[in-house]
């Protein structure tokens, strides 16, 4: 009995030992928080952008009414992308600090700095395109919301 309890302790410390390494190794984190960041930028992304949408769609079917009905009718799609907005820079913010945490401790591991430039490169690119579609997204909101209250001045 007593045989059976160390060999299963034994066994149970064996498989835990593989499954920590890979944790354990900083370029594999690297990789991992430049996943996550990617996931997250990309979550990021589809919210703001459909917030950004029924934005612009409600600003342009107010045109035409009341403003306290304008007012009313964009007022929650505003509240809903600053939300989204802020959620989104925590999220980032706490992603890229994770990211660089690691980084730094990856860069003491010999041939690192090789193996991570193409996969921090390619996720530089691609979280700037996402950025760059949502500021796209948001400036045709912002435009409709200043074309919804040129519309009262008349």
Do not use: C, N, W, Y
Request: avoid cysteine; proline fraction near 3%.
């Amino acid at each position: 009995m007593r045989k059976h309890a160390l060999v299963l302790a034994a066994l149970a410390v064996g498989l835990a030992v593989p499954a920590a390494a890979p944790a354990a190794d900083p370029v594999a984190a690297v990789k991992a928080d430049a996943a996550k960041l990617q996931a997250d930028a990309k979550t990021s992304h589809d919210a703001l952008i459909a917030d950004a949408q029924k934005l612009e769609a409600d600003a342009a079917a107010a045109k035409g009414g009341t403003k306290e009905a304008a007012k009313a009718a964009i007022k929650a799609d505003l509240v809903q992308l600053k939300a989204d907005a802020a959620a989104a820079r925590t999220q980032f913010k706490a992603d890229r600090e994770q990211l660089k945490t690691d980084l730094h401790a990856a860069k003491q591991v010999s041939g690192a700095r090789a193996e991570l430039k193409p996969v921090l490169q390619s996720t530089r690119q691609a979280v700037r395109q996402l950025r760059a579609d949502v500021k796209a997204e948001l400036q045709k909101a912002r435009q409709a919301v200043k074309d919804l209250r040129a519309s009262f001045k008349h």
